[in-house]
């Protein structure tokens, strides 16, 4: 009882609070990879930045790498349309609500956001949109609707004008049989040389060319298709349309009676599909035509295509594996040149963004230093490693330059707008996910961007009927001309490739990468190229029951003789599990040449020094041996008693419940048999900090729940969940012992000594172990982490800080405590005693469970030297929560991830400075921080010219983000802002001490706020 009151029963010192903001903070940061569900895409050529909409209602805008703005709608709609307005860093976005909404790039709390300033929408069923146009002046957005009419919506007031162009009016001097329903209003395009002239196209095929002076239709243009777009060429006299029947037409202006050439279908005679869109551009090769869509309905419209014509010679089909959504050229030509010149087509497809280059003569595509597609493949693993030496750093880069160097466009990135204000990162990061496909993808994660670095493909080791390299087909006289692009491939060869855990020493540049057919590979890097035969040790799991069948896949055959590596990580050795189920655990001591694996079915230690098995262990339960081990379904008769158990179970526990609110009921019950010190500590106030940065004080649950014992012929009982290399005191106290440690879903776990032999005789001489010791939990939850802590509370660990003598290795000496977390609460035990130290039960306080687990260190952020080593712990609710060590006190609880986001919460990844990474959508990984000092948070703004908006906010242009000055007070960095109304007013201060007032449709703004006396960052709102 004693322990109990001074290990939960009092409240932390203010003196602890106050650290406790020093080290710890919640902040969710930036967002790798490529947006989910992409439907829109706009472009701003004066600003150099581009602008894409989700299906999600998200609103994301990209320049040069590092300069990045995210913006989300409010009402869940997807975004149709966006229009950017060029040279003012704004952009309108259309909705499928038929809603209208600007956006802004401002600067906010002393950075720079995007942020929804003002909306509309039509109502209506005739005034449902169905497309829109920006005016060259950026005045008025030309709105087109179902009914035929167009709406003016002026932008700086953003309310619809006066002016519509009735329908009725254009028809006036159009063919008869146009005149009764020429369908909705499908294109509008501006006179390139005229901005009184605009083109607007009516879906049944009619086009318009009509005087915004005279209120009159000049000319009629007739077409017998449905259409699809239209575009002008430069000089303004003639235009194209194109077709949903896959042709395009062109058109002189001041001749309507008939096409200038035309119908053409590029791919025809037979029946073709649409040509959604159509760019025409001039250049010095050649005219470009580029177009999407268009292919044979028959054997090739399933293809997603856009094609590339220039002149009479050049003629490519851009074959890509996902429908596009849009697309644009970039060209550096000001409106008096005669050409417009493209240098650069920007492909956005759903699932990636391809950029071609169009003054090469072969069109290759440019290395993408952002927006990259993660899921190219889908991503079922990953790992974070900081520090990366320079050494193996300059390495990798060096070998993924090689690897890249021949499908790639030389040129620089042609996407540059905005400023980057973030320092350069001062050490070097890693991130690895591994793949379905069997590759494994390194990517930089030192900065705000992730840059694809290197990737590794596996399958490259294997033969099989699905895995043999087939010869290339000519097609050098294919028709159409298709050209593969793009990197997202859904499909596996194989699904037994699939990676599932891999893991890197940096210190020694070994990697190793363990699949779901039982196959654990051990590769070093090699920046030459190479020619070997890679060994094979066949380790089975399961020699001692004989009884044991396997029903699961069949192992992958490893191919027979030399094979050839191309510079980068080179596979020397293979260990094959048998029975080749799924690796479920994962562990490498670089300096004691040892791996360790395990599956469902046990775990095997691995000396690839020598390579040869060290040990082995079947876990299985002697009444299993069906071969399920995991991997089969639960059987009808087991999941039909198991769901009656389990409504039986929640019939008592809710008729306990009102039973434990009956205020007749006595002391014992209310405090479910405990006594009143015993539930008023579980019931005590604890701190938490709310996503947004703010402080609460949450009341865990009064009652503490009953944990329900495990079965111990649980046919999952047998999976290995976690394996750990440590050198500690498992036999007394005054030696420190090399050690493996291995737990299981059933609460087991095994301890054994390694007896490594001298260094001289490593090669020559086997390793061998023992156990040493077996610990069965008594709740029988799964193990899902152990880490061994010194006197100082140090993780031991052989980090590559430590074996670069970049930092000091923990002291081994003074107590060690060994820290067991499983899926309901952490436990400390002395060593080697194992006596119990103290445990914090997650489950029964709070009903949560435990998914991922990370042994993470805090810096202070006013006090580089002072570093905490605390537990980090994600439950299947979506809450981190840190905890202290070895007291188990937690120091901080933060909504992370929801609840229903199973992917998000499975695929979490810690790094060691206190910072995650998890899958926002399939394609996306959000970054966030708990930590108070590292932060990798976006610091970039836009250079705008002094009167970029009108009546609108203006920005000078200037290299550093202006601070703001409230009422001659500088609002400092930690200092918490208050609500920013529209109705405020702001001073921004340049560094010419020059005062320019912000103006807003004729509105004085001012800033009302209240400095709160919080050392909260702003970064944490």
């Not at 349309?241 to 008939?258: A, E, L, Q, R």
């Not at 479910?672 to 004080?697: C, F, L, M, N, Q």
């Not at 320019?996 to 960052?1017: D, H, Y």
Request: hydrophobic share 35%; net charge negative.
């Amino acid at each position: 009882m004693l322990k109990f009151i001074r290990g939960k029963g009092h409240q932390p010192s203010a003196e602890r609070l106050k650290l406790q903001k020093e080290l710890f903070a919640f902040t969710k940061t930036t967002q790798h990879g490529f947006p989910h569900r992409p439907s829109a895409l706009a472009w701003d050529p004066e600003l150099k930045i581009m602008a894409i909409g989700t299906r999600n209602g998200t609103v994301k805008i990209y320049g040069r790498p590092g300069v990045e703005f995210y913006g989300q709608h409010e009402n869940d709609c997807s975004v149709t349309q966006l229009f950017s307005l060029p040279n003012q860093g704004r952009f309108i976005s259309l909705c499928d609500d038929n809603s209208l909404h600007l956006w802004e790039v401002n600067v906010r709390d002393g950075k720079s956001v995007l942020e929804e300033v003002k909306s509309c929408s039509l109502e209506g069923r005739l005034k449902k949109i169905s497309t829109c146009f920006l005016q060259s002046s950026a005045e008025h957005l030309l709105i087109g609707t179902e009914g035929g009419n167009i709406y003016l919506l002026n932008v700086n007031s953003f309310k619809m004008t006066d002016t519509i162009i009735y329908q009725d009016v254009v028809m006036q001097n159009v063919p008869d049989d146009y005149r009764v329903n020429p369908g909705a209003v499908e294109a509008i395009a501006e006179h390139p040389t005229n901005p009184n002239k605009i083109l607007i196209g009516y879906n049944r095929g009619l086009l318009v060319l009509w005087d915004n002076e005279s209120l009159n239709a000049d000319h009629t243009y007739v077409g017998t298709q449905q259409l699809e777009s239209v575009c002008w060429h430069r000089k303004g006299d003639h235009f194209m349309s194109s077709h949903n029947d896959g042709s395009y037409i062109t058109w002189t202006v001041d001749d309507p009676s008939k096409p200038k050439e035309g119908p053409i279908t590029p791919y025809g005679p037979f029946p073709c599909k649409a040509i959604n869109k159509l760019l025409y551009r001039t250049a010095k090769g050649g005219d470009f035509i580029i177009f999407g869509g268009g292919m044979p309905r028959a054997n090739l419209g399933d293809r997603h295509t856009v094609t590339v014509q220039q002149g009479d010679n050049k003629h490519v089909v851009f074959d890509f594996t996902s429908r596009v959504v849009d697309f644009f050229t970039i060209s550096d030509a000001d409106e008096e040149y005669e050409l417009d010149d493209p240098h650069s087509l920007v492909v956005l497809v759903e699932e990636e963004m391809v950029v071609l280059d169009l003054h090469d003569e072969n069109f290759p595509p440019y290395r993408a230093p952002y927006l990259c597609s993660l899921h190219s493949s889908a991503i079922t693993c990953a790992q974070h490693f900081s520090n990366i030496p320079n050494a193996l750093w300059s390495k990798l880069v060096a070998v993924g330059e090689e690897q890249g160097k021949e499908p790639c466009s030389s040129r620089e990135w042609p996407i540059t707008g905005g400023l980057v204000n973030n320092d350069e990162p001062k050490a070097h990061d890693l991130l690895l996910t591994g793949h379905e496909d069997g590759t494994v993808r390194f990517w930089d994660a030192s900065g705000v961007s992730l840059k694809a670095l290197y990737k590794l493909s596996t399958s490259l080791l294997f033969t099989g009927e699905d895995l043999n390299e087939q010869s290339p087909i000519d097609d050098s006289e294919e028709w159409p001309p298709f050209r593969k692009v793009g990197f997202f491939d859904p499909f596996s060869d194989d699904p037994r490739l699939a990676v599932r855990k891999v893991t890197l020493c940096v210190a020694s540049e070994t990697l190793v990468v363990a699949g779901t057919a039982g196959q654990v590979l051990v590769m070093k890097l090699s920046t030459e190229e190479s020619q070997t035969e890679v060994e094979s040790t066949v380790t089975n799991i399961v020699s001692d029951r004989d009884g044991f069948v396997w029903k699961g896949h069949e192992r992958l055959v490893l191919k027979q003789g030399a094979i050839k590596f191309a510079p980068g990580f080179r596979t020397d050795v293979v260990m094959q599990f048998h029975p080749p189920a799924a690796i479920t655990a994962l562990a490498l001591h670089s300096e004691w040449g040892l791996v360790a694996a395990g599956t469902a079915h046990g775990f095997s230690f691995f000396d690839y020094v020598q390579n040869k098995t060290v040990a082995s262990k079947c876990t299985l339960n002697p009444n299993d041996l069906t071969g399920a081990g995991g991997d089969a379904a639960m059987s009808r008769r087991k999941s039909f008693k198991k769901s009656l158990r389990e409504s039986f179970r929640r019939l008592r526990r809710g008729r306990s419940r009102r039973m434990d609110k009956s205020p007749s009921r006595g002391d014992s019950r209310e405090t479910g048999g405990k006594s009143p010190i015993e539930t008023r500590s579980a019931s005590s106030p604890v701190e938490h900090r709310s996503v947004d940065g703010t402080e609460t004080a949450i009341d865990t649950k009064p009652i503490e729940r009953q944990i329900e014992a495990r079965s111990a012929d649980d046919t999952l009982g047998s999976m290995v969940r976690c394996l750990y290399f440590a050198k500690t005191q498992i036999v007394s106290v005054a030696h420190c012992t090399a050690t493996v440690w291995a737990g299981t879903n059933s609460g087991a776990i095994y301890v054994y000594i390694v007896i490594l032999p001298a260094a001289d005789k490593r090669k020559s001489t086997a390793v061998t172990t023992r156990l040493a010791k077996e610990i069965q939990l008594k709740h029988r939850a799964p193990v899902v982490a152990i880490a061994v802590v010194n006197s100082a509370c140090h993780f031991l660990t052989d980090s590559p800080e430590v074996q670069n003598n970049r930092t000091k290795q923990p002291e081994t000496g003074g107590c060690h405590r060994v820290v067991i977390c499983s899926e309901e609460q952490f436990k400390v035990f002395t060593l080697p005693s194992l006596k119990p130290y103290g445990k914090f039960k997650l489950t029964a306080h709070e009903g949560a469970r435990v998914r991922k687990i990370g042994f993470l260190e805090y810096q202070s952020r006013s006090d580089a030297n002072y570093v905490e080593h605390c537990i980090t712990c994600l439950t299947n609710q979506g809450d981190i929560g840190i905890f202290s060590i070895p007291d188990l006190r937690r120091q901080l609880i933060c909504r992370c991830i929801k609840k229903e986001d199973i992917t998000g919460i499975s695929s979490l990844v810690y790094t060691c400075k206190g910072e995650g990474f998890y899958l926002h959508s399939s394609s996306e990984f959000q970054r966030f921080s708990l930590s108070a000092s590292h932060v990798s948070c976006l610091k970039c703004s836009l250079e705008l010219p002094a009167s970029s908006r009108s009546g609108g906010m203006i920005l000078e242009n200037h290299d550093s983000i202006p601070k703001i000055d409230v009422e001659n007070e500088v609002i400092e960095e930690n200092d918490d802002l208050g609500t920013l109304n529209e109705e405020t007013h702001v001073r921004i201060t340049e560094h010419t001490e020059e005062k320019v007032e912000v103006k807003r449709e004729e509105t004085i703004m001012t800033i009302e706020t209240t400095i709160l006396a919080s050392e909260v960052s702003v970064s944490e709102d």
